[in-house]
């Protein structure tokens, strides 16, 4: 066999090794995103979740930003108890809380909560104010 067989050959032999990784990768590949496409059948590209009830981390979220809810509506909440929330994944996660404040009145908040390298940091976003418990929460 002369040497320029041999090249040729173990060119060969190479590049079918390459095509059968690429192949078990790709072949990876699409099990594994069709196991996540599975998990998040419900959710929406971009969108936002379904209604829940505030539980005890909502609950813990909010006490967090409820200074920056007073220093943006410009006044203090003697009541201030989470009522539902949608959530929605971007770079970290976007809440969407319905507060009951005072009375029968409500506000609706949005408050992003960063990835765990950028340390997890509380931000409330933006802020609607004169809502009632019929109010749907939605984007804002």
Do not use: W
């Not at 099990?31 to 829940?52: E, N, Q, S, V």
């Not at 005072?102 to 104010?129: F, I």
């Amino acid at each position: 066999m002369s040497l320029r067989s041999f090249h040729k050959l173990s060119f060969c032999a190479t590049f079918y090794s390459f095509f059968c990784i690429v192949m078990r990768l790709t072949t990876f590949t699409t099990i594994f995103l069709g196991f996540i496409a599975l998990m998040f059948a419900d959710m929406k590209c971009g969108g936002t979740g379904d209604i829940k009830p505030a539980d005890d981390d909502i609950k813990a979220l909010c006490a967090q930003v409820k200074g920056a809810v007073e220093d943006h509506a410009k006044k203090s909440y003697a009541v201030f108890e989470p009522h539902s929330y949608k959530t929605q994944v971007v770079a970290g996660t976007n809440y969407f809380v319905k507060v009951k404040v005072d009375g029968d009145e409500h506000v609706h908040l949005r408050v992003h909560k960063s990835l765990p390298h950028a340390g997890q940091e509380l931000t409330l976003h933006s802020m609607q104010h004169a809502k009632t418990e019929a109010c749907p929460i939605e984007h804002f």
